[in-house]
């Protein structure tokens, strides 16, 4: 499988733990990107890195959340002291340097469940 | 504020007959606009897209038109088929701005139900 993989897919913890989540691009794709997606929304951007620099946030990035890209291969998304609200579908997307514009390769997502 | 409206939540289309989707935008520095598929339990995927100097973008039975003075673009797709059946999101994106290519703003999508 060539695709976007993300994981875990499913994971469930109580308010106030950290949790992290990993995406792996498709090979080769410098670009790599993180969204949201809450119930009965579309989904939200949260960042975006070419290879192993951070070059845009959104501001719903709170300071509970940070993303690295090591290396500029695989990413994670860390959640510190997780919260209610937190809980979502966390899209991990790459891209290459020469696709179409706006044309983003998703992963399944990782379903954040905090109780 | 939502930048990018897709005010039918669902939509029932018989198979073989025409589906349109739609869509509406507020922000006039949006400069490109996609659509993306997404079926369940799988991450949205990459449909079609139009960029803001043209009005009409086809790719077999998908077209999207947009219509700038009216902030309003839609999804025909004709025949519509049940493998169509899916959640279809909006987006748009100002390309120009100086950012990421990647940095979508989405609708809440409209789920498409094609009837064999």
């Known amino acids: 499988d060539t695709g976007v993989s993300q994981n875990p897919r499913h994971k469930i913890t109580k308010r106030g733990q950290n949790v992290t989540f990993r995406c792996d691009p498709i090979?080769?794709?410098?670009?790599l990107y993180w969204y949201r997606q809450t119930l009965g929304q579309g989904p939200e951007f949260l960042t975006y890195?070419?290879?192993?620099?951070?070059?845009?946030k959104s501001r719903l990035l709170s300071d509970r959340f940070s993303a690295e890209r090591p290396k500029g291969s695989f990413s994670t998304l860390e959640i510190q002291r997780t919260e209610q609200g937190d809980s979502a579908m966390y899209l991990c997307?790459?891209?290459?340097?020469?696709?179409?514009?706006?044309?983003?390769?998703f992963g399944e997502g990782s379903r954040l469940t905090v109780l | 504020d939502q930048q990018v409206k897709q005010n039918s939540p669902s939509l029932s289309v018989q198979e073989g007959r025409i589906s349109i989707l739609n869509c509406d935008y507020t922000?006039?520095?949006?400069?490109?606009f996609l659509w993306y598929k997404k079926y369940p339990a799988e991450g949205p995927t990459f449909l079609i897209s139009?960029?803001?100097?043209?009005d009409k973008n086809e790719d077999g039975r998908f077209t999207v038109f947009l219509n700038k003075s009216a902030k309003h673009l839609s999804l025909h797709i004709v025949p519509s088929q049940p493998g169509d059946s899916a959640v279809y999101f909006c987006?748009?994106?100002?390309?120009?701005?100086?950012?990421?290519?990647?940095?979508?703003?989405f609708g809440k999508g409209t789920k498409l139900s094609v009837k064999p």
């Open positions: 997307a790459s891209t290459p340097a020469t696709s179409r514009a706006g044309e983003l390769f």
């Open positions: 090979s080769e794709h410098n670009r």
């Open positions: 890195f070419q290879n192993e620099a951070q070059l845009e």
């Open positions: 922000n006039s520095m949006f400069d490109y």
């Open positions: 139009i960029s803001s100097i043209k």
């Open positions: 987006a748009a994106s100002e390309m120009n701005y100086g950012g990421s290519q990647g940095n979508l703003i």
